[in-house]
């Protein structure tokens, strides 16, 4: 009976013998040990996976054992089988086995019919954790593309209905209310009035300090605010219908991105 089950091993697989209720025992044995009767005979695949069902880590291997680092002793129910096979999982740390953790054999190169053809067993990987860092590359197109290349130029394009007469900023090539195609862009100055506020205290790379403000601004001319940061003014002095003006970084820095503006100041003492 041992003999079969080793010889199988040395052409890596795994077997058990049926009983003659039906269940398949492994390592295979002669007798069932629930009932005492003879096995059939009729040997079974099994494996070469399974799950284990208990385990006890060995923190300081001995010389004697399979593994020259910490591993686990563990009871695994190779799938197929009804009862445990003993043998050594090559865990990274006791948090990596559990009851019910799936394994896998590791053979050796060159099986020689015994059970350490089976080196140990490992944990099925479930996860990989790769350093993979993806980088995005936007580029605004269409009408927003008009706007920010206007903001490059140091203006603010709006566009207006030809039909509702409303003019929008950031410039857009169709009318939201109407839905009237709208022409060329229209240039906006760069002042205008908060018509609304909020004062944020978590730190943000655009703001010039913390508190800072972020406003909705409605620039001169047009019918719908556009949402900025507001500087040159502390925080707790920013006011509804307060007039500013756009602070631009200089000529030779600006880039078709709203970084082109710093912020908006208020256009008197405050």
Known sequence: MIGRFLSELRARRIVGVRTAE???LVPPLEY??????????????????GAVTTWAWVDE????????????????????????LLHAVDADNPKA?????????????RPTGHITDISYFVPEVTKIVAPVRTEYRLQAGGALRVFLEGV??????????PSCDQVYVPYRMSCPE????????????????????AINNLPDPRAPQVPFVSAY????????????????VPAH????????????????ERTASMASVRWFAPMEPS
Request: proline content about 9%; glycine content about 14%; some cysteine.
């Open 97 to 109: 086995i559990a009851a019910g953790t799936r394994v896998w054999p590791v053979w050796k190169d």
């Open 61 to 84: 291997p001995l010389d004697a054992h399979p593994l020259d680092r910490p591993f686990a002793w563990a009871l695994i129910e190779l799938d197929g089988a009804d009862t445990a």
């Open 152 to 161: 490059a130029r140091g203006v603010f394009l709006g566009g207006r209905c």
């Open 237 to 252: 002095e920013v006011r509804q219908g307060m007039r500013v003006r756009a602070v631009w970084v200089p000529p030779e």
């Open 178 to 197: 109407c839905g009237e195609v709208i022409g060329e862009p229209v240039e906006l100055p760069d002042t205008g009035t908060i018509t609304t506020y």
């Open 22 to 24: 039906g269940r398949v």
């Open 217 to 232: 601004i409605l620039l001169d001319g047009a019918d719908i605010p556009m949402i900025a940061l507001v500087g040159g």
């Open 32 to 49: 069932d040990p629930a009932t005492g009767e003879a096995v059939t005979g009729e040997y079974v695949e099994v494996g070469p996976a």
